[in-house]
């Protein structure tokens, strides 16, 4: 059996979401309050914590210790940034990545804590910095030639 790629109905399974873009529709999508200084505090989230709360929901990384109100991820210890199992599975190889255009960039963390950036503007500038994070290549399905 030999494996034809046709441009059918069903041929193609649906390619799930990538995480960067799941992070992306969740600082879209007005279910989180923006806090600023820490990841999470109360029910206040940074744009960063925001993807450490995805990243519990689905594994990647275990739920977060608490102190107070001050939430840690990871192994415990990140408290503001993100910590490495999340920003690898994002796709990123910071802890704080940097967005722009025009090579005005600036840290994320800067965006939200400081310039006063929405998370709906914040998303509008990672999506257009990291536009290859958006889209996972699909999955082919195997088809028999005949």
């Known amino acids: ?15 799930t979401k990538t995480p960067f873009a799941m992070w992306l529709d969740a600082l879209r999508s ?22 450490c709360d ?5 594994g990647v990384i275990p739920e977060p210790e608490r102190d107070g109100n001050t939430y840690f991820y990871g192994d415990g210890s990140e408290e503001c940034f993100l910590p490495p ?7 990123l190889d ?11 960039r600036q840290f994320v963390t800067h965006l939200n804590d400081a310039a006063g950036l929405t ?6 500038l990672l999506e257009a910095t990291f ?11 195997p088809t028999p030639t005949v």
């Open 94 to 104: 910071t802890s704080d990545p940097l967005v722009g255009a025009d090579g005005a």
């Open 119 to 124: 998370f709906p503007e914040i998303a509008d």
């Open 131 to 141: 536009p290859h994070l958006m889209t996972a290549t699909p999955a082919v399905t």
């Open 54 to 58: 995805i990243a519990v929901e689905q």
């Open 30 to 51: 007005g279910d989180y309050r923006q806090g600023t200084g820490l990841l999470r505090c109360k029910d206040q989230f940074c744009c960063l914590g925001v993807s």
């Open 85 to 91: 199992e999340v920003f690898a599975w994002l796709g």
């Open 1 to 15: 059996m030999t494996t034809a790629i046709v441009e059918a109905a069903g041929t193609f399974t649906q390619a």
